[in-house]
């Protein structure tokens, strides 16, 4: 068994925690959600660098976590290379926007891209759209006010609706057929976009690969069936358990939820 701490700095990382659950049901993890101050995407980037270090040292020092998924892209793309310059001997696993396997797999080669603007303007995102050799076409939309609402628990808010509607119709109206989910908050919102959209858009997210990378850097096999999970935050620690047991818990019967509020 091997003790796992997956960050976010809020309840987005509960989609990358979902498939890990998954995936790799019998290990140890622990959620650490920076709740108060969610979200970083509108942040200063030094600001998220330090902060995200911070966290991920606290999983690894104090909760003696064995592995990391930074499960937030802004963290990831503003902080992942320090923070695995500082733990060089601990497995750090990364989210960035699926833009690759969106370009194979688009049929007109038109690709859309909602993500937070601190992703959308890092240098990390940058170098991985120059990475793209090819005759793909990418717009890229910033969802701002996106993770705040879906932080409040409401998936079916009337304002979350009009947002999402908003920007994933710029997405068709340039003629993208692909849409790359480059926050991982945004899954939550996969059944309102396919309810508004239908099939116009198949949409990319890179939970699975994610997983899977983590899978190949672990090589432990469980010894339990009863997956234990321990949500700590920096906010309410009722409020996520409520939030964790609303969009991830049903799905995971052998599950195993606390929650712990956290002053870091």
Avoid at 42 to 53: D, G, I, K, T, Y
Avoid at 80 to 105: C, N, W, Y
Avoid at 221 to 231: A, C, D, I, M
Avoid at 255 to 262: C, D, K, M
């Amino acid at each position: 068994m091997t003790k796992i701490g997956v960050f976010d700095s809020g309840i987005g990382g509960l989609s990358v925690l979902n498939e890990a659950l998954r995936q790799l049901p019998g290990h140890e993890y622990v959620y650490l959600a920076d709740s108060s101050n969610t979200p970083y995407g509108e942040r200063p980037s030094e600001w998220v660098a330090n902060r995200s270090l911070k966290l991920c040292s606290w999983l690894i020092e104090e909760q003696s976590c064995e592995a990391i998924v930074v499960a937030c892209n802004t963290a990831t793309a503003q902080a992942i290379a320090m923070i695995r310059d500082h733990f060089q001997s601990t497995p750090i696993i990364g989210v960035e926007p699926g833009i690759k396997p969106a370009a194979a797999l688009s049929p007109n080669k038109k690709i859309g891209v909602l993500a937070t603007q601190s992703t959308l303007s890092s240098e990390k995102f940058k170098r991985l759209l120059e990475s793209l050799v090819g005759d793909c076409q990418f717009i890229t939309q910033a969802g701002l006010g996106l993770v705040p609402l879906i932080e409040k628990g409401n998936l079916n808010a009337p304002e979350l609706e009009e947002l999402i509607t908003k920007y994933v119709q710029t997405f068709v109206d340039f003629g993208a057929d692909t849409l790359v989910l480059g926050c991982t908050h945004y899954p939550f919102l996969i059944p309102m976009i396919q309810k508004k959209f239908g099939n116009q858009l198949q949409v990319i997210d890179t939970s699975s690969a994610i997983i899977k990378q983590l899978a190949r850097k672990i090589l432990v096999v469980p010894s339990q069936q009863t997956t234990r999970v321990k949500l700590f935050t920096t906010g309410d620690a009722q409020l996520i358990l409520d939030q964790t047991n609303h969009l991830i818990g049903c799905q995971n019967p052998n599950t195993q939820l606390e929650a712990v509020s956290v002053a870091l």
